[in-house]
């Protein structure tokens, strides 16, 4: 069958496969109760659903994750970006697949940045690093782009290049551990024996990945013997060989001690043991003040006091320590790259996108990098306007409005929409917006914000786009506890009381519509905000109904049944 646009009917059907397929892999909406994995059955729900419509991308995501051929998927899932995430927004339903994401670790796979991700290391796996180079050119998410870029210098023996590129990655998370053991192991290649032996002491340390933590102590194993301490290595082998005898190459190093870590000393290191730090005529950045950094310390100090967010939380403080690092480098006369920048905030409603976007406004204006901590909200209706040559008009006055502090664009991806009448007003908005970003760089920070999967295609709209916003912040969904939390803080805030029964049907209602993956549709802390609030509604309605004035306590009291009715009304259940 062509690859086409399959009829009305067929994709009809074949949407309705897709969604058998999906609960038989497990994957529940609100309302339904999960089944039991079948993937041999949802296997081939999906393949009957590609029958007929083999442009589906989501029936390719189910058929990776119900184990079909790997290869067929991703090919499928590449070459079909344009309709991934279709059938998942519009049954309001989650699914994913997992891919292996590096040496030791495997990934989710549900974004487009985990396709390129998976995509890139399947072009590497093939000896492709051209092809590879490219798919990690499309990943968004800094820290899994540096990742692959440091892999694919591996492969291309860059081994100064991708121990540059690995020192920038924090050793958080499963990717962060990996990038650790990858730099100690490069730094042992090219006989930097004291540093690696502290980097892959820290990976073998960790107790996050014990894969990674035995292929350090492997590793270790070689530093001991190529800085000639052989009964170190003996008794490092023999620890990894009783927990692995087959790892990588441990027997024989055991059993032959001219067995070594294949090393190689670099033209770079060779010429030049010590760093040569480079000097010219200082290039200060432009500021509008002198950094105030009690004030940048108090504001760090706000926002981790916000529940959950922790990666958001850690990458706004990296922009804080990359500009007070550059504004050194600046005072040294030393090289110094553009301070602060244009951001992308990725993620579902009600996950702290604006508020962060403020924080962001008042950090670059104590920092000195903003004359002020304004920020101006917007979307497609603000930018865009009904008739020809109106809307760089428009968008102009908008960002007029925001010079000085933050222009902060909501579901900018909307400005990018295909097959509309309107697409070309979008697009000369989007043109507007990029002339001005360069003219007022130093008077202007742009933040877009929406969904990750629109995002990603929204910066391809536009060649400038990418290369203007280089630092993605992901907000992910609240889990049920973080969101409990944060209604417990809201019902302090208003000066409320929650009885034990209402607390108990909040935590109830919360765990359900987390495990479905409703929550994002309800808007996460947004949800709570209009829980409680229909709540004190249904309070007040029942003691203007109850005999007698009410006491203090009745007054501030929300029971089970004002959160009972609040969540009838909203949830229609």
């Known amino acids: 069958m062509a690859e086409q646009s399959a009829g009305l009917l067929a994709r009809r059907r074949?949407?309705?496969?897709?969604?058998?397929?999906?609960?038989?892999?497990?994957?529940?909406?609100?309302?339904?109760?999960?089944?039991?994995?079948?993937?041999?059955?949802?296997?081939?729900?999906?393949?009957?659903?590609?029958?007929?419509?083999?442009?589906?991308?989501?029936?390719?995501?189910?058929?990776?994750?119900?184990?079909?051929?790997?290869?067929?998927?991703?090919?499928?899932?590449?070459?079909?970006?344009?309709?991934?995430?279709?059938?998942?927004?519009?049954?309001?339903?989650?699914?994913?697949?997992?891919?292996?994401?590096?040496?030791?670790?495997?990934?989710?796979?549900?974004?487009?940045?985990?396709?390129?991700?998976?995509?890139?290391?399947?072009?590497?796996?093939?000896?492709?690093?051209?092809?590879?180079?490219?798919?990690?050119?499309?990943?968004?998410?800094?820290?899994?782009?540096?990742?692959?870029?440091?892999?694919?210098?591996?492969?291309?023996?860059?081994?100064?290049?991708?121990?540059?590129?690995?020192?920038?990655?924090?050793?958080?998370?499963?990717?962060?551990?990996?990038?650790?053991?990858?730099?100690?192991?490069?730094?042992?290649?090219?006989?930097?024996?004291?540093?690696?032996?502290?980097i892959l002491r820290q990976a073998a340390g960790q107790q996050l990945n014990s894969f990674v933590a035995l292929d350090a102590e492997y590793y270790l194993g070689f530093v001991y013997r190529g800085t000639n301490r052989e009964q170190n290595a003996i008794r490092q082998f023999e620890w990894v060989y009783e927990r692995d005898n087959s790892h990588r190459q441990v027997s024989a190093a055991l059993a032959d001690s001219s067995v070594k870590l294949s090393t190689r000393r670099t033209e770079r290191r060779t010429a030049s043991p010590s760093p040569v730090v480079r000097r010219g005529a200082p290039s200060a950045p432009a500021l509008h003040r002198q950094p105030d950094w009690a004030a940048v310390q108090g504001i760090l100090n706000e926002l981790d006091r916000n529940v959950g967010m922790e990666d958001v939380k850690r990458q706004v403080s990296a922009v804080a320590a990359q500009v007070r690092a550059g504004l050194m480098r600046a005072e040294r006369g030393l090289p110094t790259a553009k301070l602060g920048g244009h951001l992308i905030f990725a993620g579902p409603p009600g996950t702290g996108k604006t508020t962060v976007a403020r924080v962001v406004a008042r950090l670059y204006c104590a920092l000195g990098l903003l004359a002020a901590d304004t920020v101006i909200e917007t979307d497609r209706s603000g930018l865009v306007a009904e008739w020809i040559g109106q809307t760089a008009v428009k968008t102009n006055e908008v960002v007029d409005s925001a010079l000085d502090g933050v222009l902060f664009i909501d579901e900018a991806y909307a400005l990018s929409k295909k097959g509309t009448a309107t697409n070309d007003f979008g697009t000369e908005a989007i043109d507007t917006l990029l002339k001005r970003m360069e003219d007022d760089r130093d008077r202007l920070v742009v933040i877009v914000a929406g969904y990750s999967e629109p995002m990603a295609e929204f910066l391809e709209a536009n060649p400038g786009l990418r290369s203007r916003f280089s630092t993605r912040i992901d907000f992910p969904r609240y889990t049920a506890d973080q969101l409990r939390e944060i209604a417990m803080r809201l019902v302090e805030s208003r000066g409320d009381h929650i009885t034990p029964d209402a607390a108990a049907g909040l935590t109830a209602v919360l765990d359900q519509v987390c495990s479905t993956g409703r929550i994002d549709e309800l808007g996460n802390a947004r949800f709570i905000r209009t829980v409680l609030e229909a709540a004190g509604k249904h309070r007040d309605l029942r003691l203007f109904h109850s005999p007698g004035l009410p006491t203090d306590l009745e007054l501030i009291t929300l029971d089970g049944s004002d959160l009972k009715s609040a969540i009838r009304e909203i949830l229609s259940f």
Request: zero cysteines; charged letters at 30%.
């Open 14 to 198: 074949a949407r309705g496969l897709w969604v058998r397929g999906a609960r038989q892999l497990g994957f529940a909406k609100a309302g339904e109760e999960a089944a039991t994995p079948d993937k041999p059955a949802a296997l081939e729900y999906f393949t009957k659903a590609l029958e007929l419509d083999p442009g589906m991308t989501d029936a390719w995501l189910g058929f990776h994750a119900a184990g079909g051929d790997a290869d067929t998927a991703l090919d499928k899932l590449v070459a079909g970006l344009g309709r991934f995430g279709e059938e998942r927004d519009a049954d309001k339903r989650r699914l994913s697949s997992s891919f292996r994401a590096g040496w030791w670790f495997t990934h989710s796979l549900e974004t487009t940045d985990h396709v390129w991700h998976a995509e890139a290391l399947r072009r590497l796996n093939a000896g492709d690093t051209a092809g590879a180079a490219e798919a990690t050119g499309k990943v968004i998410e800094d820290l899994r782009r540096r990742f692959l870029e440091a892999a694919v210098a591996m492969h291309r023996l860059e081994f100064d290049t991708a121990i540059d590129i690995l020192r920038r990655i924090p050793a958080d998370g499963h990717l962060g551990v990996e990038a650790l053991l990858r730099l100690g192991m490069l730094l042992a290649t090219v006989e930097q024996w004291s540093e690696a032996e502290t």
